[in-house]
T-cell receptor, first 114, second 112 residues
Framework: KNQVEQSPQSLIILEGKNCTLQ??????????LRWYKQDTGRGPVSLTI?????NTKSNGRYTATLDADTKQSSLHITASQLSDSASYIC?????????????FGRGTQLTVWP | EADIYQTPRYLVIGTGKKITLECSQT?????MYWYQQDPGMELHLIHY???????EKGDLSSESTVSRIRTEHFPLTLESARPSHTSQYLC???????????FGEGSRLTVL
């Protein structure tokens, strides 16, 4: 069964600290993996998208890694800011059909305290 | 910045009312999607369209219906709302299947 599991479910850190969010997936065949940031009450916004051949991609203070062999990804946030408080969603796309079906994780709720 | 818009952002209505959630995008994308999201849960695909006059049901069964008469417009309609329809509805579009997805701000529906 194709699934995307994220951990931890929630995380609280102090402003300025770093943190790492995890994503494990069983989606096959794999096409790409995306990380989205979703502020409370808003729509998700894309942070990174990685294909099979990419093992790291950065977007400012956000760095995503991908290990396609172990089917794991992580999102590292450096020097956190209050505005980083949000849900971070891992999404995996398969290439088994023209639909490019997407599998969503439940997200990690990050809270950054001053 | 994504050019995809949803209205209304918030809607509180009584049971049995008909509602339409609007979604428009100005990026010329052929592919549009409706997702339903409950607090702390993953997004579930309820409808998608790959072009004008093309609509399909998604993974999650929904009593809502959609139409795609124009490329830029993908409204969702509930003929008779019930409390079980209370949820956040997110519209999205993409330039290609499996490509980057751009989301609207969402419509938070509460049915009393």
């Amino acid at each position: 069964k194709n699934q995307v599991e994220q951990s931890p479910q929630s995380l609280i850190i102090l402003e300025g600290k770093n943190c790492t969010l995890q994503c494990n997936y069983t989606v096959s065949p794999f096409s790409n993996l995306r990380w989205y940031k979703q502020d409370t009450g808003r729509g998700p916004v894309s942070l990174t998208i990685m294909t099979f051949s990419e093992n790291t991609k950065s977007n400012g203070r956000y760095t995503a890694t991908l290990d396609a062999d172990t089917k794991q990804s992580s999102l590292h946030i450096t020097a956190s800011q209050l505005s980083d408080s949000a849900s971070y969603i891992c999404v995996v796309s398969d290439r088994g059909s023209t639909l490019g079906r997407l599998y969503f994780g439940r997200g990690t709720q990050l809270t950054v305290w001053p | 910045e994504a050019d995809i818009y949803q209205t209304p952002r918030y809607l509180v209505i009584g049971t049995g009312k008909k509602i339409t959630l609007e979604c428009s995008q100005t990026m010329g994308h052929d592919k549009m999607y409706w997702y339903q999201q409950d607090p702390g849960m993953e997004l579930h695909l309820i409808h998608y369209s790959y072009g004008v006059n093309s609509t399909e049901k998604g993974d999650l069964s929904s009593e809502s219906t959609v139409s795609r008469i124009r490329t830029e417009h993908f409204p969702l309609t509930l003929e008779s709302a019930r409390p079980s329809h209370t949820s956040q509805y997110l519209c999205a579009s993409s330039g290609s299947a499996g490509g980057e997805l751009f989301f609207g701000e969402g419509s938070r529906l509460t049915v009393l």
